[in-house]
């Protein structure tokens, strides 16, 4: 039998809800296949509809109860150790909510992109190709607002306020304690060379690009020089989400442009944009190389 190891109960408890459901429902669905069991006897065994067990396996519910958990470890034989570890899961779904819920945030969220948090919320890795801003999970507080500023002009300051939290918060899955977000962007050099802001803004936003893409192993920043040329990130800037799980989510392309957003799941569109990728990281120059192109950059600002 498979089980998971000793959790950091702390890590635990600082999650996501979103990411704990996901993580739950991984390990139920490990749980359930060492034991050769379908779902439908499962769900007889415990008189559910079957749905349930896909809902709980996909992640798909907004809320997890213990009390379920508890009746499928039970009949999983899990160990108590292992048991533990999915109620503290399902606790943290019952008694916290997805930041991007929360009624002081919620006016500020389209539709579509409160999706798209919630994905990037569970993703294990994002790579993001970027030809004109800074990706939104490296700007920093001064450059998102004078983006915002400029996309959104005439906006209540306190509405304006809102959604440069809602950025910054996003920027928490770098750092989480628990299964932190692998992300790798490659940013064309015209986004170093545009001083957002003034100089003085944009020589910070590009120190913090250092920084972070310097300190923290789970985060990579390439530059697409000008030297180059024609490459296959001309068409526009893409996002590119894997999640731990294969066969629980498949990977999406996120599109975004000034009359909304979308995702794509099509195998096509998903070897399509993983192929652009990979010539993107081919071209670029190395991670330290790219990070002295951004120092330069700074320093001609």
């Given amino acids: 039998m498979t089980d998971i190891g000793t959790p950091d109960a702390p890590a635990i408890e600082s999650a996501t809800p979103a990411l704990c459901r996901l993580h739950l429902g991984v390990e139920l669905r490990k749980l359930r296949e060492s034991r050769n069991m379908k779902g439908a006897e499962v769900a007889r065994r415990l008189i559910w509809a079957g749905s349930k067990i896909t809902r709980l396996e996909t992640a798909d519910n907004g809320v997890v109860e213990p009390s379920d958990v508890m009746a499928l470890c039970a009949l999983y034989g899990a160990s108590e150790e292992t048991r533990d570890v999915l109620m503290a899961y399902a606790t943290v779904t019952k008694t916290k909510r997805d930041w991007w819920q929360k009624p002081d ?3 500020v969220i389209t539709p579509s992109f409160k999706a798209y948090l919630g994905l990037e919320a569970v993703a294990s890795q994002v790579k993001n190709y970027e030809n004109e801003y800074v ?14 500023g400029r996309s959104h002009a005439g906006l209540a300051p306190e509405l304006i306020d809102k959604q440069v939290a809602v950025r910054m918060t996003r920027q928490e899955a770098l ?12 940013i064309s050099e015209s986004v170093l060379r545009r001083p957002v802001g003034g100089r003085e803004v944009m020589r910070a936003q590009l120190a913090h690009i250092v920084e972070i893409a310097g300190s923290r192993p789970n985060v990579n920043v390439q530059v697409i020089p000008f030297s180059v040329g024609a490459h296959p990130g001309m068409n526009g800037p893409f996002t590119f989400l894997t999640f731990p799980a294969p066969g629980t989510l498949k990977p999406i392309v996120h599109l975004e442009n000034l009359t909304g957003a ?16 990979r010539g993107l990281q081919a071209l670029a120059p190395g991670y330290e190389e790219s990070l002295s192109l951004i120092e330069t950059a700074s320093k001609e600002m």
């Fill in 175 to 186: 750092t989480r304690r628990l299964a932190p977000l692998e992300f790798i962007a490659i």
């Fill in 105 to 107: 945030v919620r006016d």
């Fill in 262 to 277: 979308g995702v794509s799941r099509r195998e096509q569109d998903l070897k399509r944009y993983e192929a652009s990728f």
């Fill in 135 to 148: 990706p939104g999970l490296l700007q920093t507080e001064a450059y998102v607002r004078v983006i915002l």
